[in-house]
T-cell receptor, first 112, second 112 residues
Framework: GENVEQHPSTLSVQEGDSAVIKCTYS??????FPWYKQELGKRPQLIID?????GEKKDQRIAVTLNKTAKHFSLHITETQPEDSAVYFC???????????FGKGNQVVVIP | NAGVTQTPKFQVLKTGQSMTLQCAQD?????MSWYRQDPGMGLRLIHY???????DQGEVPNGYNVSRSTTEDFPLRLLSAAPSQTSVYFC???????????FGPGTRLTVL
């Protein structure tokens, strides 16, 4: 099955700086790559997703890039704010495979 | 819309007891799934369903049963609780594979 890995496990950034989280996946058939944000004690919520026919997608301060050849995708957060502090999960799934495989998560700490 | 709801929010069981975690959604989603979240392990898929009457195993199905008699409900049954099942359980639903999964608020289960 699909194996998704995230690096680094913890990331500390100064407020206003950028944060980048990278995920790798194993199944070349994967075609859907969402990112979820989970604040302490709350449920995961989708913040952005990308499909394999697109190389990059942006939504205000958040962007995701996909490199199908290298089988990795990254989350970019610009102008970080304290409310960006959370655990971020990447995931992957392929068409026809109803399983969404999650990475283990990255703790992002934004230092005011 | 209430979205995805889960009951109970907290539960303490003794080893060997059985119980059912309830999950319901009012978005007419075909796809529903159960995850468990343990520290440092991310979200691991237990069971999922692609529609009423159809269920399948995920990554960690042992010790859990599911059924999907209606589109709205997807209960998770613990047959004989073990301390290793101490975890936070999330139910999620989506319109179809490859679309946003909406998570419930979670159930925190402790097995003594």
């Amino acid at each position: 099955g699909e194996n998704v890995e995230q690096h680094p496990s913890t990331l500390s950034v100064q407020e206003g700086d950028s944060a980048v989280i990278k995920c790798t996946y194993s199944d070349s058939a994967s075609n859907y790559f969402p990112w979820y944000k989970q604040e302490l004690g709350k449920r995961p919520q989708l913040i952005i997703d990308i499909r394999s026919n697109v190389g990059e997608k942006k939504d205000q301060r958040i962007a995701v890039t996909l490199n199908k050849t290298a089988k990795h995708f990254s989350l970019h957060i610009t102008e970080t704010q304290p409310e960006d502090s959370a655990v971020y999960f990447c995931a992957a799934s392929s068409y026809g495979n109803n399983r969404l495989a999650f990475g283990k998560g990255n703790q992002v700490v934004v230092i005011p | 819309n209430a979205g995805v709801t889960q009951t109970p929010k907290f539960q303490v069981l003794k080893t060997g007891q059985s119980m059912t975690l309830q999950c319901a959604q009012d978005m007419n989603h075909e796809y529903m799934s159960w995850y468990r979240q343990d520290p440092g392990m991310g979200l691991r898929l237990i069971h999922y369903s692609v529609g009423a009457g159809i269920t399948d195993q995920g990554e960690v199905p042992n010790g859990y049963n599911v059924s999907r008699s209606t589109t709205e409900d997807f209960p998770l049954r613990l047959l004989s609780a073990a301390p290793s099942q101490t975890s936070v359980y999330f139910c999620a639903s989506s319109y179809e594979q490859g679309t946003e999964q909406f998570f419930g608020p979670g159930t925190r289960l402790t097995v003594l």
